[in-house]
């Protein structure tokens, strides 16, 4: 697939697996810019420059598309998800975005740079989840020049524990036992994530896991929201009425010190490294 606004530009790209990715780019834009909001750190460390290529691998809605682009680069945002792609055209119509696959995108000219915020995380396929890891890096490494960088964060190892402990808990108090394959994400140590990089021809010069507590918007609603956006695959298949009592029976469980002055709080940490292209 190649579509028609990339062939204008100096990306071409080729989108190697049908795509089926519902999100809400509203209910994402509406209550979860801290996703964005977070990245600037990211952008720093990605130090682009004018008249670079530059690719935004899981764009989303477009914000930090558009300040790399910004700096001066030539940049193209890519995102399975077909709402946040058509919403980031509505944001940016100046800026080139396309429905691509993280596991299977290729691009015809090498970039000088990939870069990705709270992305790497959903790649994941649980009957195969290393060989579509390896894949995905394999696709950033062929779609670098030899000493092209790739920067990112996403979850780390630890990531968001209490609140997945808690759907375990609740969902397994409901007689369900196949909360495992319901659970979308991958959250690796640097350890893991760095031999994976390494293995794929990448030198990793800098890598962190930190943790970063995460204030939810929407007070009250916040964590039921969060949910809602993010976890809604340990959710399917329940009643509306289970799914509430399931939310409700996570809010309940959680630790008290991720409920502050009426507001919910998210046990984020974070991996964030940046490798080159051998
Ligand atoms: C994250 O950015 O770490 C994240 C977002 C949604 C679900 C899980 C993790």
Redesign the pocket.
Known sequence: MKSDISQNSQFSLQNLEPLNNDWDSHLYEDKHAF?WQYGEELLKLLNPKPGESILDLGCGTGQLTEKISCAGAEVIGIDSAPAMIEKARENYPHLLFDLANASSFQVDQPLDAVFSN?TL??VKKPEKAIATLAEGIACVHHALKPGGRFVAE??GKG??QAITQALSTALESLGITDVETRNP?Y?PSIGEYATLLEQQGFEVTYAILFTRPTPLTDKQAGMAN?IQ???STFLKGLSSDQQKQVIRQVEQSLPEKMYCDGSWMAD???LRFFAIRV
Request: aromatic share 42%; charged share 10%; hydrophobic share 65%.
């Open positions: 996703v709270a995380h959903w996403f979850g990531n968001v994400w959250f969060w956006m993010f976890a984020y940490k974070r």
